[in-house]
């Protein structure tokens, strides 16, 4: 399986302010995620991180909100901008990872939790 | 587009009891994936199970196993003698991509409650 380690792990922010999110895996991967999980909801995709060009962003999201990097194979960021009340969730890094048996599956790590004040 | 439906939102269940988690979903595609993921109160997500729309064969592990009908649209998942432990919110997704790409919607969550 694939490790993933997330940081923060939670936050308290200033509204206004901006915070980034780092995933590191521990092995290359494809593709990865980023997920938003708003209190008390399911988890919903913003965004698919591409090495070597632009994230694609789901119906909802834009780029200048949720700026995305990804340098490399095993590591990406999320950036939060500008942050409101609103984007207090949980924010999700997944990674598509692929066996040695050639299934793959998505890993989770382990969450950044936000509180915008 | 896709679609997970969970209809349960909330079930409290007496420990030792068996429980059963529905999800519907659907979806256009004929290749398609299911997973269940638990989300125990720290908040992480551990996967459980991920099957593929060719693969119908329930599955069964430890306590826990899982009904697969593509008839109806359908993928629970039962816990079997449940324990304290088992207290989580649990959530169905779909992924309709295939080889390499795992891009998944989640359905809205069960919360399990087990009572000891």
């Known amino acids: 399986s694939a490790v993933i380690s997330q940081k923060p792990s939670r936050d308290i922010c200033q509204r206004g302010t901006s915070l980034t999110i780092q995933c590191q895996v521990d092995s290359q991967v494809t593709m990865m995620f980023w997920y938003r999980q708003q209190p008390g909801q399911s988890l919903t995709l913003i965004a698919t991180a591409n090495q070597g060009s632009e994230a694609t962003y789901e119906s909802g999201f834009v780029i200048d909100k949720f700026p995305i990097s990804r340098p490399n194979l095993t590591f ?14 949980i924010y999700l890094c997944s990674v598509d990872y692929t066996r040695g048996d050639l299934n793959t599956e ?9 509180t915008v004040v | 587009a896709q679609k997970v439906t969970q209809a349960q939102t909330e079930i409290s269940v007496v420990e030792k009891e ?5 999800c519907v979903y659907e979806t256009r595609d004929t290749t398609y994936y299911l997973f269940w993921y638990k989300q125990p109160p720290s908040g992480e997500l551990v996967f459980l199970i991920r099957r593929n729309s060719f693969d119908e064969q329930n599955e069964i592990s430890g306590r826990y196993s899982w009904n697969f009908q593509k008839s109806t649209s359908s993928f629970n998942f039962t816990i079997t003698a449940s324990q304290v432990v088992d207290s989580a919110v649990y959530f169905c997704a779909l992924s309709e991509a295939g080889f390499g790409n795992e891009k998944l919607t989640f359905g809205t969550g069960t919360r399990l409650t087990i009572i000891p």
Do not use: H, I, W
């Not at chain 1, 998505?106 to 936000?114: K, S």
């Open chain 2, 18 to 22: 068996d429980v059963t988690l529905d």
């Open chain 1, 76 to 89: 990406s960021t999320l950036t939060v901008s500008n942050m409101s009340p609103e984007d207090s969730s």
């Open chain 1, 106 to 114: 998505a890993f989770f790590g382990q969450g950044t939790r936000l």
